[in-house]
């Protein structure tokens, strides 16, 4: 959950501190500016507000100029050798939501669903590889809903990525439940596509899911990740939670503790629910206090760490490929390396050179405070 109001203040002081600096003319743009439209264009110099759903056209209409004149040539988008080098890069497929979670803003800060086509995607994959990054991670404010306008699934999308690109390992991002069925987990039948998956919960309670509007229960929640764990061994899951959402009583909260020991979670964020103004959630009746949010945040957080550390310790002696993301010099041993695995565990190792970027075979001896200190056993070409 994003906190609009705390980039609500960031927007405003940035805008304020270039009016400051002698910019006379400033174009506000953003989920902020979406949704107090008017509050921004009465921020000094501002003389453009242009909303999310507009913001493709923002050059033309700025300029004054013909949308037409910005399509005549498609962009070549050739990578630089060495500039602004990646070990992942994240490539935007989707923007926008058509769902209605009554705690969220994204809807009206982002406009309706809408995807980039399927051509647009693999050329910015193409260009990344080239500019060599190791892994590609798909994004989207409601990924999973790539390509329904065009009557596609976002299944078609990753088939095609594995197709028509070089890509070593492909990575999604956070994945409403809902939009899933137990075939699409067969796709991981391709090694390349790395066995992790980010699946928000935001509730185990079934009455509190209907308050928040989500397209899901704990029964279809919990048959999506047994079907996941069966088609892939070893598989991470991560969740996000929604701790004192409006109207959550005692035995609600149980049930949503309940279900977070029971699905055994690798890790997961836990909110403390936030009103936003203009959502559903901020005018229903039974605001939970804060100091409730707070405890309940705390419950949930000590169960997912549980689980997260008892995922963890199944792969202590194992060997697994890691990407290094990080290196920093470790005296006359080398170099200190940190990263990941596809299933996201965080490792840390010394090699004799730097390997930054690159994918080793690394053996996992051991884990303390959730990062494991490896030794790596075979570099790669």
């Known amino acids: 959950m994003r906190s609009y109001h705390a980039g609500g203040l960031r927007s405003r002081g940035r805008i304020r501190n270039i009016a400051r600096a002698g910019v006379e003319e400033i174009v506000a743009t953003g989920c902020w500016t979406s949704i107090q439209p008017r509050e921004a264009a009465a921020l000094p110099n501002v003389r453009h507000v242009v909303t999310n759903d507009k913001k493709d056209y923002l050059v033309p209409e700025v300029l004054g ?40 803003v994204t809807t009206i800060a ?26 590609i991670v798909l994004t989207g404010v409601h990924l999973g809903s790539w390509g329904q306008e065009m009557n596609f699934h976002l299944r078609d999308l990753v088939k095609a990525i594995l197709r028509e690109t070089d890509v070593r390992r492909l990575r999604l991002s956070s994945l409403e439940p809902w939009d899933l069925d137990a075939d699409f ?45 069966a088609a892939i061994p070893d598989i991470a899951i991560t969740t996000d939670i929604i701790a004192g959402f409006p109207g959550e009583t005692d035995d609600e909260f149980a049930e949503t503790l309940d279900f977070v020991r029971e699905m055994q979670f690798s890790g997961g964020h836990v909110f403390s629910y936030s009103p936003r103004p203009g959502t559903g959630a901020a005018k229903m009746k039974a605001q939970i206090k804060p100091e409730v949010r707070k405890r309940r945040n705390h419950i949930l957080q000590e169960a997912i760490g549980e689980s997260g550390k008892s995922y963890q ?36 190792a010394v090699a004799p050179s730097p390997r930054w970027n690159e994918v080793d075979e690394v053996t996992l001896p051991d884990s303390k405070s959730g990062v494991f200190f490896g030794t790596i056993v075979r570099l790669s070409e």
């Open 65 to 104: 100029l013909p949308r037409e004149t910005f399509d005549l040539e498609p962009m070549d988008r050739v990578p630089i050798p060495g500039l602004h080098r990646r070990t992942r890069a994240f490539i935007k497929v989707q923007d926008g939501c058509d769902n209605r979670c009554t705690f969220c």
């Open 110 to 135: 982002r406009g309706e669903g809408r995807s980039r086509p399927l051509a647009d995607v693999i050329n910015d994959i193409n260009a990344a590889l080239a500019g060599d990054s190791k892994e």
């Open 313 to 348: 310790e199944k792969f202590i002696g194992q060997t697994m490929s890691v990407l290094w993301e990080s290196a920093s010099e470790y005296g006359e041993y080398g170099w200190r390396m940190e990263g990941w695995t596809g299933n996201y565990l965080r490792v840390s």
């Open 185 to 229: 987990f067969s796709l991981w039948m391709d090694a390349r596509l790395m066995p992790h998956l980010h699946l928000p919960l935001q509730s185990g309670s079934e009455s509190t899911l209907k308050r928040m509007a989500r397209k899901t229960t704990p029964d279809s929640f919990r048959g999506l990740v047994k079907a996941a764990r």
